[in-house]
C-alpha cells in the first residue's frame, strides 16, 4: 500500500507540475481536440474552390492526411477498424487530389482508388457529411435523404408535429444549410477539380429505398406544408429567407457557424448557393475563424472541429485542486477568471424548450457564446466551487450556473447536452447515417451521471430532492443487463458506467444498491490481464461492449474512478490499475493517440489531447484522497 502511494504522489506531482507549465497567461490550456482527417479534408476542397491562397497551411493539412494513409490503401477513424472507413477515404482521396500536391497515377492515390472501388464506390458512401461535400462540388446528385425535405420545415408553428426545433441544434445548423444546397441543386467547381465519376459503379448509384417510418414522416412534412397559408411561391421565399437569416443569426464573432468547422464549411456553400460572392466578407470572415481554429503538434498541423478551450481549461482546473492545489494559487486564480469570462450572457436557441430560464451556461470552444451545454456547464462550476464561497463575483456567477443546470433537466428525469426535451423519435427516421444520435437531444446516462455527481458532490444535494430521486430513477431504469450503461460522448461503455456510478454514489445511493453492484462488477469482469481497461469505438456502431484488446490512460482512468467511489478500502484490482495507469502515462504508443471521444456513431471520434493528463490526475487524486 505504501508503496502504491508512493507512486501515486509521485506521478500527481509530475502530472501537475507538467500542467502548471503547459498553462498560457490568461489562464487557459489549448491541447489539441483531434477529429481525424475529415476537417482537414473539407479545408482543403473549400480552399481551392474558393481559391484561397494559403499554400502553406494546405501542403501541410495534405502531408498529414496521407500520412494517416493505411498499408490497404484506406484510412480509418481508429486504429483497429481493421477494413477501413470508406467515406473517410473517399474525403481523403478527394482532398489529396484537389489540393495538386497528390497526383492520379501516384502510388498511394492508386492504392486509394482500388480501395473505393473494391467497397462500391460513392455509391455506397454512408456519411451525411460526406454526400453533402461531393453532392456540393458537383460529384454526385443530391441525395433523396436531404433533398426531399422541403425548406418550408423551418416555418411549421410548434404545434404541429413536426417543428425545427424538435431537431437537436447541432443537427439544425448542419441541416439548415444542406436544404438551402440541396433546394437549388447547388453544386460549385474550380477549373482543377478532380473528376471522381471513375469511383462510381452504377449498381450502387440509386439511393437506397426508404424505411415505412420515414415515409411516415414525409406524410406529416406534406400535411404541415398543406396548412402553410400563401401562395406556394411565397412560402418558399419566405422558407428561404428564414434558413438565410437562420446561419446568418448565429455566426460567433470568430466566423464560425455555431463554433463547429463543420457547420460553418457547409454554411460557405450554402451562402455561395444564395449569390454570395466568393470574397464576400461574411464569407472571408468564416474562412479566417477556420483557419484560427488549426492545432500544431510536433508531428503536424489539423483543423480542429471545435477547439476545446473552456472544457480542458475547466477540467483541468479541476482536476489539479483535486490534486491539492488551493483556490489562492496563481494558476487557479488565472483559469477561473478566465471560466468567468467566459460563462454566457445570451438567451438563445436552448431557451425555446427552456423559458424563463436566466442564462448562466458553459459553451465547449473560446468562442462560443449561444451553444452551451450541460457537461461543459457542470466541468466550470466544479472549477469555481471554492471560489464561490469567498467571492461575491463568483458566487453570483455559480448561482446562475447551478439554476441553469438544474433547468435543463429533461421531463423523463435526465438530463441532455444541448437542448432541453428535444427527443421526439419520429426525427430519428430521417433517411440519414446516424440520424438516431444526430437528429435529437435525448437524456444521457453519461450526462445524467455527471451531473449528479456535480448536484451532489459540490452542491449538496441528494436524493431527498425529489428532481435529483428522478434523475437516479432514470440511470438506474437505463442500466444495461449485463450492468453497464452507455455512454453517448464518450467510448463507451465504460465512459457511461463511470459517470453513472460516480453521479448514483454522490448523491446518496447506498453502495450495496443492485444497481451500483452490477455497474462495478461490470467493470471488474471486463479488466485486462494488464490490469488496465480499453473499449473500441466500434461499441458504439454496435451498441454492445466491444473490448480493444489493450489499455488506454483515460479509459482505465474512467474504471478506476468509478471503482474508487464504491470501494471503501483498496482492492487488488484497483492497486493492479493504479499500476496499469500509471504505466501508462509513461508510453507514447497508438494507445496514446486512440480516440476516447465520441461524436457520432460510425462517422466522427476525438481524441482529446488533454485527456492523457485529466482523468489519470482526477483517478489518482481521489485515490489519494480516499485511501491514504
Known sequence: MRKILSAVNEEIEKLSECLIQQQKPDGT??????????????VIILFRILDIQNETLIRQLHDRILGAQQRDGFWSLYADEEEGNLSATVEAYYALLYSGYSKDNEEPIQRAKSYIRSKGGLGKVTSILTKAILAATGQIKWPLSVSLIPLEILLFPNYFPINYFDFSGYSRVHLTPMLLMANRHFSVQSAHAPDLSDLKDPRFDEDEPFSREYEEMQEDIRAGQNRLIGTPRSIHESARNKAEKFMLQRIESDGTLYSYASSTILMIFALLALGYDHR????????????????????????????????????LTYALQEAGFADDHTSIQRAASYLLSRQHQKTADWSIHNPDTVPGGWGFSDTNTLNPDVDDTTAALRAIHGLSGIDRVYQESWNRGLNWVMSMQNKDGGWPAFEKDTHKEMLTWLAIDGAKFAAIDPSEADLTGRTLEYLGNFAGLDMRHAFIKRGTNWLIHHQEKDGSWYGRW?????????????????????????????????????????????????????????????????????????????HPQPTTAIDQGILRLITNLHEDDWKSSYPTGAGLPGNFYSHYHSYRYIWPLLTLSHYRMKYS
Not at 294 to 313: L, Y
Not at 497 to 505: F, P, R, V
Not at 527 to 533: A, L, S
Open 29 to 42: 490550456w489549448h491541447f489539441c481536440f483531434e477529429n481525424g482527417i475529415v476537417i482537414d479534408a473539407y
Open 490 to 566: 464518450g467510448v463507451c461503455y465504460i465512459y457511461g458506467t463511470w459517470a453513472a456510478l460516480t453521479g448514483l454514489q454522490a448523491v446518496g445511493l447506498p453502495v450495496n444498491h443492485d444497481a451500483i453492484q452490477k455497474g462495478a462488477k461490470w467493470l471488474l469482469s471486463i479488466q485486462n490481464p494488464d490490469g488496465g481497461w480499453g473499449e473500441s469505438c466500434q461499441s458504439d456502431r454496435l451498441m454492445r461492449y466491444v473490448p480493444l484488446g489493450e489499455s488506454t490512460p483515460s479509459q482505465t482512468a474512467w474504471a478506476l474512478d468509478a471503482l474508487i467511489a464504491v
Open 280 to 315: 464576400h466578407p461574411i464569407i472571408m470572415r468564416a474562412i479566417q475563424g477556420l483557419s484560427e481554429m488549426q492545432c500544431r503538434t510536433e508531428r503536424f498541423i489539423t483543423i480542429q472541429n471545435s477547439p476545446s478551450t473552456v472544457w480542458d481549461t475547466a477540467l
